[in-house]
Nanobody, 115 residues
Framework: QGQLVESGGGLVQPGGSLRLSCAAS????????MGWYRQAPGKQRELVAG???????AYADSVKGRFTISRDSAKNTVYLQMNNLKPEDTAVYYC?????????WGKGTPVTVSS
């Protein structure tokens, strides 16, 4: 069935940028709402950004103006462009696909923001 594979995480300095990718397979990508979540050690997983099948977007206040979510239906891929990264952005970032009451997750890609 459906599978999500994240990539693009790594180590970056404060103020730097990364672009995360989430490649979807086994689903009709265009009808699913996609989201990026993150989880830092000892903290709850939180929504970072979401994008609907009609390209409506929403962002957590903490990343608004710095992060941009987008999707490329031709590539079955959702992206998270992260600019002006801060140490508090350090977390494992997870891709999520949701349709009606069904959702599933990728395994995550770690992002570390540090000097």
């Amino acid at each position: 069935q459906g599978q999500l594979v994240e990539s693009g995480g790594g180590l970056v300095q404060p103020g730097g940028s990364l672009r995360l990718s989430c490649a979807a397979s086994g689903i009709t990508f265009s009808i699913w709402t996609m989201g990026w979540y993150r989880q830092a050690p000892g903290k709850q997983r939180e929504l970072v950004a979401g994008i609907t099948s009609s390209d409506s977007t929403a962002y957590a206040d903490s990343v608004k103006g710095r992060f941009t979510i987008s999707r490329d239906s031709a590539k079955n891929t959702v992206y998270l462009q992260m600019n002006n990264l801060k140490p508090e952005d350090t977390a494992v970032y997870y891709c999520n696909a949701k349709r009606m009451a069904i959702s599933f997750w990728g395994k995550g890609t770690p992002v570390t923001v540090s000097s």
